[in-house]
Every structure is written in C-alpha cells, then in structure tokens.
C-alpha cells in the first residue's frame, strides 16, 4: 500500500507560537488531500482540505507541493487548544480508500 | 455531531462472548468503513464497503465479521477475541467520486471502546 509519512513529533511549542508540520506521500496519483485533527482518546475530525492553489482557515493555512509531493499545515498563534495529534490524509481518484499518516502530535503550553 | 453514530461507545466482554458494535451514517454516504486503533498506535484499516459491497478486507482476523445490509448502516460482529484486540473501534462514511474525481473527505463516528478480559 502506498505510504503517507509524518513526523510524529510531539512538537512542543509555547503559546503564541508558528508551527509547521509537513507530509510526504508516495502515490503520485494522489488527488485529494486532508488534515484531520485527533484529541486524545477522540475519533479524528476534519480540519481542513488541501487545495492545489493552497488553503487559509483562519490560523490554520494548507499547502500542496505536487512536484515534491509533500503537504503542509501551518498553525500561527497557537492556542493551547490546538494540542492534539495531526494527521495528514491522501486518496487518488482510483481509490476512494484514504491513507492515513501516522499523526504529528503538537503540544502548546503555556 | 451526529452524521456517524457509533453504539455501544464503550464495551467490555469476556474472551468468549459475541457482541455486534452498529454504525449508522445520516449523511447519504455510499461507502462506509471500520478501522481500529490501539493506544498510541495509528489508524488501522479494516473493512470498507462500498454500495454496500465489501471492497476492502486488510487481512483482518475472522474473529471480526461485517455486515452492511443497506448503505446507511454498517455492523461489526465479534467473537472470540483476544485482549490485544482491546481497542478504539472506529466507524468512517464519505460519498466516493467516479474516475478521476477529487474524493471527499471522511466522517468518524465517536468510536467504540473496547476491552477485552
């Protein structure tokens, strides 16, 4: 199965910080990208769709990197409420089945 | 929210019992999917269907049996099982695209958690 990798961290960041987390995957016949957000002992929610134009929500931006084939998610201002594990997603228009990354987990402190 | 809902959320039973964890999607979903995820461990696929058929089968042990009698829900029976089995079960719905269409992102159910004595 093709593969999505993550660092999985933790980072470990003060409050008010720019955080970056990056992905890498090896199907280059992925067309659809996600960041999911998972709290500790939760299921795992959308954050984001990645956008080959790359994507703002707020504090949180979204790139894709076809050449590279890498995606990234930055995080500015970071709350503590951004604690949690990150996971990046990759799916090509073949299959409807995703692959998930292992996670990066993120932890703000005060 | 309640797109995906998962029953029981938590669960624990004896190596020799037999329960059924139920996944139902209010979202108008075609494929519908289960994985599991064991503490501080990723996502594990298991089982996905797709208008109903089951497409996807990750060499999953036959201890864990689905059944999706219609595409809005989805079933895991189990029996058997063994406590490394003890685990977040976690339901999945997204609507798939055809060919080369960008696919849509998936929608978790809370998940169920189970423990096995």
């Known amino acids: 199965r093709k593969e999505v990798e993550q660092d999985p961290g933790p980072f470990n960041v003060p409050e008010g910080a720019t955080v970056a987390f990056n992905c890498t995957y090896s199907n280059s016949a992925s067309q659809s990208f996600f960041w999911y957000r998972q709290d500790c002992r939760k299921e795992p929610k959308l954050l984001m769709s990645v956008y080959s134009s790359g994507n703002e929500d707020g504090r949180f931006t979204a790139q894709l990197n076809r050449a590279s084939q890498y995606i990234s998610l930055l995080i500015r201002d970071s709350k503590l409420s951004d604690s949690a594990t990150y996971l990046c997603?990759?799916?090509?228009?073949?299959?409807?089945?995703?692959?998930f990354g292992r996670g990066t987990s993120l932890i703000v402190h005060p | 929210e309640t797109g995906v809902t998962q029953t029981p959320r938590h669960l624990v039973m004896g190596m020799t019992n037999k329960k059924s964890l139920k996944c139902e999607q209010h979202?108008?979903?075609?494929?519908m999917y289960w994985y599991k995820q064991s503490a501080k461990k990723p996502l594990e696929l298991m089982f996905v269907?797709?208008?109903?058929?089951?497409?996807e089968n990750n060499s999953v042990p036959s201890r864990f049996s689905p059944e999706c009698p219609n595409s809005s829900h989805l079933f895991l029976h189990l029996h058997t099982l063994q406590p490394e089995d003890s685990a977040l079960y976690l339901c999945?719905?997204?609507?798939?695209?055809?060919?080369?269409?960008?696919?849509?992102?998936?929608?978790f159910g809370d998940g169920t958690r189970l423990s096995i004595l």
């Open positions: 999945a719905s997204s609507q798939e695209g055809t060919g080369t269409e960008h696919n849509q992102p998936q929608h």
């Open positions: 979202l108008g979903h075609n494929a």
């Open positions: 269907y797709n208008f109903k058929e089951q497409t």
């Open positions: 997603v990759a799916s090509s228009g073949g299959s409807y089945i995703p692959t």
